[in-house]
């Protein structure tokens, strides 16, 4: 029988009914507009609704028992959205909200990367009779695979992969191997026990000469018997902090032979007679990687926006601590320090997802270029998918744990999914590009930008403030106003970039290289960087606010925007702060009255911000919380996962009468 | 067959060889003296050396078979200890390090509260006859226990519990209920299935007037058959994030009588006519909080130097991107941007253990103030060990991700053991005083020795720079030293605590309660609390390094510890800079000196990273991890572990054969 009421808990009914706008006029700003907002909740319906209880129950079971939860899941999955596609006539990857597709599969996908990037990568690599035998076969699922770059002691420098692809002129054959234990394929998702396939990058000879980076489709399992293929080592990594059902793998190559036509010949080709034609775009591979971050900004930013939804929710159903002895304990969202915690969370979240709408938009101008020949902005377009990666996953790791802390004890059930979230998101910092080192990167594109606007030459538009910036060294005039406070963030920016330069140049002066010139100075280049991604948001969220917009909005809705973006604008000020005193001595009262904007920002936030997270609209079985549900009957829920759990299942476990109990009367 | 070479990682080996110091001496300064690493080293080789390798596989089990692992564990580990203290005449918790019982119980202690809260909290609060009966019956584990405060709803605010034990004249019992769903007891260590009794705080009731909260004695299972005893609802509150074996359960009591007798009456007393006797000192309660805070201390500073040491390790191990184009990929300890990441932790580390020293002889000066009567200093004492469970468990818990960070990927895997070591820290920032409530009881006790130096009376030594500081509202003259550097930051508390005083006292002038000016001044209070905090450790710090010390240190070591010292203080000013730059304005030469300054601390401490880390002496089980043992055979590690994966027990999984198969031979 459950415990669970029928009706919404009156703190958060209270909310919703005292809020200045209504969720459903967000969340369709949000989801950027009706029909999109439509959609998602269609799939939802179809794909979330119905599912089995059985992989919400993960937590509690082996990392095997996830495994074959997840296995069984995904393939009620797939029937479900390939009926979908029929019946629908839904197509193409940017209709499904990743939302959906996490809610489905809270542990994770072992066939993730099959769906979402081998098929594409075989499309892009491969000739078109490539992809018509592989990629369909794939599409199929006759054929199941891996993308299996990364090797036990090689990640970040391609260049070092160990794992060689040698041409025999003899048999018309490639010949892999993995030669050494640190050349073993790690990490790469499905690759355990789900792939029959995988895409091998290696480094391919032909008699013995090294011709650089190639990829090839190499069979691991049989296509019958599933068994590991002769001179095929392969197998899960183990337990990982997250994903527990995404089946990473390992994978040993020992003369394992495929035919030359499995190479992935698109862009480079070797022919029958060992002629190697080197690929004439490398450009190609490189914007792969751009999409990708991009996706990851968006995804991340949803799952900052999970989390808030989650702490959000419980701090108007707990009560704790009265503000004032002798009266009742408050909704927590009342202490202001609570407020610190959640609010700029929920502000966070929105400033990105502004950023990756706007990045997108770039994105598919630079596509367009790219068809056309036009390459110049490519690498502006790189440093900035690079930095709002960054940006995005660090802040929502930590944003995510400030969250989960937010929900006190319960935050750390593992029923209160802010952990799991957590733990996803923690990998997000280290893939598809290590943070550290993506920082290094767009500071080099700064050092370069900056040599430009020294050399006097126009600067790529989302950079161009740096030229504005250095003219003008400090405001002249500080009104305090959202303008001012972006433009400060720019000067600091450009002064970081600026000194950061001198001291690269001073040490290539002292006679470094220029490699260890840009080592010892790395720690301002990942600075300078850091800040330049903070200014692109910062704009990009104080344009949506202020400039024009497509769509009608309520001045009420208008009103919450502006709350939020005041919030994010004086958070980021304050962190910068060190930053911000050193191009403008702002006074201390300047000071002061950004602290009383901060406590006031917060305040005004306060009654909308339930029905923000409302306008979120995640579907529960997305936030998969027992804190977080829309109806906020958070006691009920905690109590009844607690009453599922196995450890219940009999009044005593076996071990207490095998062990516990003889000990206890053992008179120790 | 096992992969491992018997030898040291040579990359690893070649940095003990060219270090500035030995390990050893670190180690026995580390540790307190020669005799005290002795016994820590004594006690990890009977305890660590010859324990199953089964709980070393936690990761991969489920919620229930971790939980049998456990006790099984913990049953060993018991008898060890028993035979140790009867063989070594061994006594006393000072002498167990927390970390060999971590080493020993990787996945946590089901009764860890049992021995080290409930006996001495029976010892405390009961009477000597209360001890004899219940206290010696825990010792020998005929009697196991919980300690059971926490609510489902209730938490901090502890009048707010609602479990009640209401007295009956007639049969001279208490009866004791948890009349809601929210006074469900919820989270204790060890109530799920593993204790037969709990200590109980409930509100007293006598003829339905309550009288406060008291502790009782409350058998819940069966001393024979270890069944739920009636009206005792129990069990394991399901997954967390961490602390897997820990068996954190819920209690629910209907209409549970226990005698009156098993009220714990040292302090306060019913009698058998009902009549009610108050506690005349209440505050020993609170002192035993404070006890606990200290070992937070201590435990956590632990926990950051292990997972700094598994870090170092590793990264002195693995080899990724080359500096110089051409040239070989370099050790990643290497990379600036990777020292920024390491070293600070590791003195962040040494300086919290420093100031765990510092604060227990505090501690134990006060317990002998107590004695005599004298209570004078306990607030200083309570609100030094708030701060410092505080900055050393947030410092940690950002550290430790910070750590797991630097490792890439492979500090993803479970096997890397930093990622347990999160989530157990993780926990900390929470239990025994939620952190931001911690800081707003430190930030209270600012105000009021800040209004108690304003009219000129003397203050307490830990915040007498408050009153200099006041006077001297900048420094006169900036030399960049050590000395410098605190006060600066002590000028800086100085400053935020006045501004925090006047803006509660305006809101105070201006109408609002106490206890609404506080809430509304929240933000500022937590601020000015980390700031003394971070005067405190940095004071700490400073001392020991140029401080008389009382043990002879040869000049190497003193350098070294100087170079830590000095990344420290950099480290620190560079961190709250925007709070600097208010009360002194540094020139921006100035600020870039300290740059440069942090920049060559980082390459001071580089020769000495790993023998630092092998200095703070963890034994291979306790780091628990293939990154970071001892002979740096990482992937060699990773490997094995690999293999292990129960996954990997057969070439084919069986849901392969049951449903992916079937499904890719549909055709979708």
Same mark, same amino acid.
């Given at each position: 029988?459950?415990?669970?009421?029928?009706?919404?808990?009156?703190?958060?009914?209270?909310?919703?009914?005292?809020?200045?706008?209504?969720?459903?006029?967000?969340?369709?700003?949000?989801?950027?507009?009706?029909?999109?907002?439509?959609?998602?909740?269609?799939?939802?319906?179809?794909?979330?609704?119905?599912?089995?209880?059985?992989?919400?129950?993960?937590?509690?079971?082996?990392?095997?028992?996830?495994?074959?939860?997840?296995?069984?899941?995904?393939?009620?999955?797939?029937?479900?959205?390939?009926?979908?596609?029929?019946?629908?006539?839904?197509?193409?990857?940017?209709?499904?909200?990743?939302?959906?597709?996490?809610?489905?599969?809270?542990?994770?996908?072992?066939?993730?990367?099959?769906?979402?990037?081998?098929?594409?990568?075989?499309?892009?690599?491969?000739?078109?009779?490539?992809?018509?035998?592989?990629?369909?076969?794939?599409?199929?699922?006759?054929?199941?695979?891996?993308?299996?770059?990364?090797?036990?002691?090689?990640?970040?420098?391609?260049?070092?992969?160990?794992?060689?692809?040698?041409?025999?002129?003899?048999?018309?054959?490639?010949?892999?191997?993995?030669?050494?234990?640190?050349?073993?394929?790690?990490?790469?998702?499905?690759?355990?026990?789900?792939?029959?396939?995988?895409?091998?990058?290696?480094?391919?000879?032909?008699?013995?000469?090294?011709?650089?980076?190639?990829?090839?489709?190499?069979?691991?399992?049989?296509?019958?018997?599933?068994?590991?293929?002769?001179?095929?080592?392969?197998?899960?990594?183990?337990?990982?902090?997250?994903?527990?059902?995404?089946?990473?793998?390992?994978?040993?190559?020992?003369?394992?032979?495929?035919?030359?036509?499995?190479?992935?010949?698109?862009?480079?080709?070797?022919?029958?007679?060992?002629?190697?034609?080197?690929?004439?775009?490398?450009?190609?591979?490189?914007?792969?990687?751009?999409?990708?971050?991009?996706?990851?900004?968006?995804?991340?930013?949803?799952?900052?926006?999970?989390?808030?939804?989650?702490?959000?929710?419980?701090?108007?159903?707990?009560?704790?601590?009265?503000?004032?002895?002798?009266?009742?304990?408050?909704?927590?969202?009342?202490?202001?320090?609570?407020?610190?915690?959640?609010?700029?969370?929920?502000?966070?979240?929105?400033?990105? #997802? *502004? =950023?990756? !709408?706007?990045? +997108?938009?770039?994105?598919?101008?630079?596509?367009?270029?790219?068809? /056309?020949?036009?390459? $110049?902005?490519?690498?502006?377009?790189?440093?900035?998918?690079?930095?709002?990666?960054?940006?995005?996953?660090?802040?929502?790791?930590?944003?995510?744990?400030?969250?989960?802390?937010?929900?006190?004890?319960?935050?750390?059930?593992?029923?209160?999914?802010?952990?799991?979230?957590?733990?996803?998101?923690?990998?997000?910092?280290?893939?598809?590009?290590?943070?550290?080192?993506?920082?290094?990167?767009?500071?080099?594109?700064?050092?370069?930008?900056?040599?430009?606007?020294?050399?006097?030459? #126009? *600067? =790529?538009? !989302?950079?161009? +403030?740096?030229?504005?910036?250095?003219?003008?060294?400090?405001?002249? /005039?500080?009104?305090? $106003?959202?303008?001012?406070?972006?433009?400060?963030?720019?000067?600091?920016?450009?002064?970081?970039?600026?000194?950061?330069?001198?001291?690269?140049?001073?040490?290539?002066?002292?006679?470094?290289?220029?490699?260890?010139?840009?080592?010892?100075?790395?720690?301002?280049?990942?600075?300078?960087?850091?800040?330049?991604?903070?200014?692109?948001?910062?704009?990009?969220?104080?344009?949506?606010?202020?400039?024009?917009?497509?769509?009608?909005?309520?001045?009420?809705?208008?009103?919450?925007?502006?709350? *939020?973006?005041?919030?994010?604008?004086?958070?980021?000020?304050?962190?910068?702060?060190?930053?911000?005193?050193?191009?403008?001595?702002?006074?201390?009262?300047?000071?002061?009255?950004?602290?009383?904007?901060?406590?006031?920002?917060?305040?005004?936030?306060?009654?909308?911000?339930?029905?923000?997270?409302?306008?979120?609209?995640?579907?529960?079985?997305?936030?998969?919380?027992?804190?977080?549900?829309?109806?906020?009957?958070?006691?009920?829920?905690?109590?009844?996962?607690?009453?599922?759990?196995?450890?219940?299942?009999?009044?005593?476990?076996?071990?207490?009468?095998?062990?516990?109990?003889?000990?206890?009367?053992?008179?120790?």
């Amino acid at each position: 029988m459950s415990l669970l009421p029928k009706t919404v808990n009156p703190d958060l009914q209270k909310e919703r009914d005292n809020a200045s706008i209504k969720a459903e006029e967000f969340a369709v700003w949000w989801h950027g507009g009706k029909d999109r907002l439509k959609i998602k909740r269609d799939l939802e319906l179809h794909i979330l609704d119905d599912l089995d209880e059985d992989i919400y129950r993960f937590p509690n079971l082996s990392h095997e028992e996830i495994y074959n939860a997840a296995i069984k899941d995904f393939i009620k999955l797939a029937k479900k959205i390939q009926e979908l596609k029929v019946e629908r006539n839904y197509d193409g990857t940017d209709i499904w909200p990743s939302s959906v597709l996490w809610g489905a599969m809270p542990a994770g996908n072992p066939l993730a990367v099959h769906c979402g990037m081998v098929i594409e990568c075989i499309r892009i690599q491969g000739t078109d009779e490539q992809f018509e035998k592989f990629g369909k076969a794939c599409q199929s699922f006759s054929m199941t695979s891996a993308y299996a770059q990364t090797e036990l002691g090689h990640g970040t420098f391609i260049r070092g992969l160990e794992t060689r692809a040698d041409f025999d002129h003899h048999t018309d054959e490639f010949v892999l191997n993995t030669p050494t234990i640190s050349s073993y394929k790690w990490w790469p998702g499905g690759m355990g026990q789900s792939a029959n396939h995988c895409i091998v990058p290696a480094n391919l000879y032909i008699d013995n000469v090294c011709k650089g980076l190639a990829m090839f489709v190499v069979p691991i399992r049989d296509m019958e018997t599933h068994a590991p293929l002769p001179g095929v080592d392969v197998g899960d990594i183990g337990k990982r902090m997250g994903f527990a059902g995404v089946n990473n793998g390992y994978l040993g190559l020992k003369n394992v032979r495929i035919p030359r036509t499995n190479m992935l010949m698109r862009h480079s080709q070797v022919h029958r007679d060992g002629t190697f034609v080197q690929s004439p775009v490398s450009v190609l591979t490189y914007f792969t990687m751009v999409y990708i971050r991009c996706l990851i900004v968006r995804n991340v930013a949803t799952q900052l926006s999970m989390a808030a939804t989650i702490a959000t929710r419980y701090s108007a159903v707990r009560r704790q601590s009265p503000i004032n002895p002798n009266e009742p304990e408050v909704q927590i969202i009342d202490h202001l320090t609570q407020q610190k915690k959640l609010f700029p969370e929920m502000a966070n979240s929105i400033a990105y #997802k *502004l =950023a990756f !709408t706007k990045l +997108y938009q770039l994105y598919e101008t630079t596509s367009q270029d790219i068809k /056309h020949g036009e390459f $110049s902005r490519l690498p502006e377009m790189h440093s900035l998918s690079c930095i709002l990666k960054v940006l995005c996953t660090s802040t929502t790791m930590a944003g995510v744990d400030i969250l989960r802390l937010a929900c006190g004890g319960h935050g750390y059930l593992s029923s209160s999914n802010i952990g799991n979230i957590y733990l996803d998101v923690g990998a997000s910092c280290t893939y598809e590009g290590e943070n550290t080192v993506l920082l290094l990167q767009v500071g080099r594109f700064l050092m370069k930008s900056y040599r430009s606007a020294l050399a006097g030459k #126009k *600067l =790529a538009p !989302t950079v161009a +403030y740096l030229q504005n910036a250095v003219k003008e060294k400090s405001l002249c /005039h500080w009104t305090g $106003s959202w303008e001012d406070l972006l433009k400060i963030l720019q000067i600091a920016t450009a002064h970081k970039t600026h000194i950061t330069y001198e001291n690269l140049m001073a040490r290539l002066k002292a006679g470094q290289t220029e490699a260890e010139a840009a080592n010892n100075t790395g720690i301002e280049l990942t600075q300078a960087a850091e800040l330049h991604g903070i200014c692109f948001v910062a704009a990009t969220f104080l344009e949506e606010v202020t400039g024009p917009h497509s769509k009608p909005r309520s001045p009420a809705l208008n009103k919450v925007l502006g709350n *939020l973006l005041e919030l994010f604008m004086i958070s980021t000020v304050l962190k910068y702060m060190h930053e911000v005193l050193r191009v403008h001595k702002l006074s201390e009262a300047e000071i002061r009255s950004l602290q009383t904007r901060l406590e006031d920002s917060l305040k005004a936030v306060r009654p909308d911000a339930v029905v923000i997270c409302d306008g979120f609209d995640h579907h529960d079985r997305n936030l998969f919380s027992t804190l977080g549900s829309y109806d906020g009957n958070v006691y009920e829920r905690i109590f009844e996962e607690a009453k599922r759990c196995p450890l219940n299942k009999q009044p005593v476990p076996e071990v207490i009468h095998t062990h516990l109990k003889p000990f206890m009367k053992s008179n120790l």
